[in-house]
């Protein structure tokens, strides 16, 4: 029996079947005594945000009425590389009237409650490399910027070639 799905992708979401013996997480990596589960492979990082944050991001442009087929964004997230790197916070741009609004506010103090009593784990955000625009982990950005954290982990995404 095949392992590839109708899609092409092998059964365990990755286009590449990762090495015997090798996980594409690494545990954790700590920063600024913040704990992070982290993808450091390029391939790994790019199948994560392929495969997994665009089936979020597609229903979030549905849901205001958006067709992900015509979106830019979207459209140019198979040309990028992605990368695992430490940035500075105040080098993040955001792009989103989501970046004020109240619910983000209040996802935001949740986050930072379990952090802080409960030590919880987090993802990185994610940034275009374009003026590291973020695209995706607003609540952990707010929340992070909001400790006074000064650098985070970030996958980046530069278009190939640039």
Known sequence: MSRLRHSGMPSNGYRRKPPAGRNPLTPI???EGITYWVIEDSYDIGDFVSLVL??????????????????QWLTDLMKRRWVLQTI???????????????????????????????????WPIV?????????????RYATLKDMGIQKVYAYVGSLRGT
């Open 88 to 122: 500075r916070t105040a080098d993040v741009n955001t792009d989103s009237d989501y970046a004020s609004s109240e619910r983000l506010k209040q996802r935001s103090a949740e986050m930072r409650r379990a952090i802080e009593e409960y030590g919880s784990v987090i």
């Open 29 to 31: 990596r700590h920063l």
């Open 127 to 139: 940034v275009r490399e374009e003026r590291f625009l973020l695209a995706d982990g607003y609540c």
């Open 54 to 71: 665009r089936k979020e991001w597609e229903a979030d442009l549905r849901s205001e009425g958006r067709n992900p087929a015509s979106d």
